[in-house]
């Protein structure tokens, strides 16, 4: 009993491509012709959230039992949405300032609690999610976790400050993930805000704003005097339209992890994010490779829920273990099924990490390359000086084919980071120092997760690197 990979996506109603990614995290590389065991199939379509249905022991038939995602069950659903910017810019006073926006507080009561994501209704009665947790390190480590929770970034920059390193950074983050931007100009009731610099200055990082003609929403805020927050709000709520983001709220619920913690008296607590489907009280679940039963469900002001749909994040009680950030979190019909998963997973993890060599991620990208499933080589550079940078960009987008193209995440004179690294694991880039090295704390990091980082000082060398990548070929590091 084995079915091919395009078959499987087909039945599922799920993308090859997307498939194809789900088996990689499972640690199996497979194109979209090439046949898996039943076992797997059924796992896969499991970590899909579907339903696996056997018609004889033989004959496996992944059935979609009420054809859980059809167009037809889709309903829209709420943004997510992860704030960035650099250090003081004001990312925390930001997210304080719309929290207290929220129309639905007053009649909910409850004292906010940091739970790690919480929801606002707008005074035009839409509602927005906000990842509580600020910056791009945590945005970055659910994306290397294969977490894409985010919807919009929300880009705050001080009006005094204007762009900064970490601005950039941010930008390139934002990028990778191929999440769309909107600008926050922060304090600008600050007698020395000049907005317009900062949307000048927003150019060189390729973000042209609406007053440039681009369409980068781009809104002007005080997170000290509220200004702006309601058009905040709005600008989301039309980037949001444009993703027309959708979910169907009548299946199994399925979500991701975005904090997890061991309190006293409450046992293991984590926090979903629900993607699909309703999550209900007493649902029996797996997240990460943990099962259990959903024993509360509680809303970031600490009131109990009886059920968070699409968009919700809420906090549960009913775990047997501490699960982490990213982690994924399926809802099952059975104890025995749920025990099955959980069974599976520890054991794929246990594969997985005896896998993750120093050179899994790359290969892994190199070989979807090779197998026509990855039309860009990801790469993350840094040279000591803007001449070569420019040299090594041309001649990088020279190399592109009709296949395979460069994709420079970020680029940039100076030492490789640790935000160089964070970006080349999450997204399976070749990391290249040209004249210049790591700095100690990005090497430790680059251990950690496995990143291999290639050292060059002559550029054809360098060029002859990334040709071979692209032909889904890398030399062993020399
Ligand atoms: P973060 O590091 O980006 O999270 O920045 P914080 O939210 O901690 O803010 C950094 C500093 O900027 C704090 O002293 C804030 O009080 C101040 N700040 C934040 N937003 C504003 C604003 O809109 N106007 C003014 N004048 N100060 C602000």
Redesign the pocket.
Known sequence: DTISVSELANRMAERTADVVKELMKLGIMATATQTIDGETAELVVSEFGHKVQRVSESDIEIGLTGDDDAEDNLQPRPPVVTVM??????????L?AIRRTDVAAGESGGITQHIGAYQITTANKNVITFIDT?GHEAFTEMRSRGANITDIVVL?V?ADDSVMAQTVEAINHAKAAGCPVIVAV?????PEADPQRVRNDLLQQEIVTEDFGGDVLCVD?????GLGLDKLEEAIMLQSELLELRANPDRNADGVVIESKVERGRGSVATLLVQRGTLRQGDIFVIGAESGRVRALLDDRGQKLKEAGPGQPVEILGLNGTPMAGDNCVVVETEARAREIAEYRTRRNKDHDAARGARGSVEQMLSAIAAGEAEELPVVIKTDVHGSLEAIRVALEKLGTEQVKVRMLSSGVGALSESDISLAAASNAIVIGFNVRAIPQARDLAKRDGVEIRYHSIIYELIDEVKAAMGGLLSPDT
């Open positions: 910017g650099h250090v003081d810019h004001g990312k925390t006073s930001l304080d600020p705050v001080a922060n304090k600008c009731d600050k805020v005080s997170a000290h005097t």
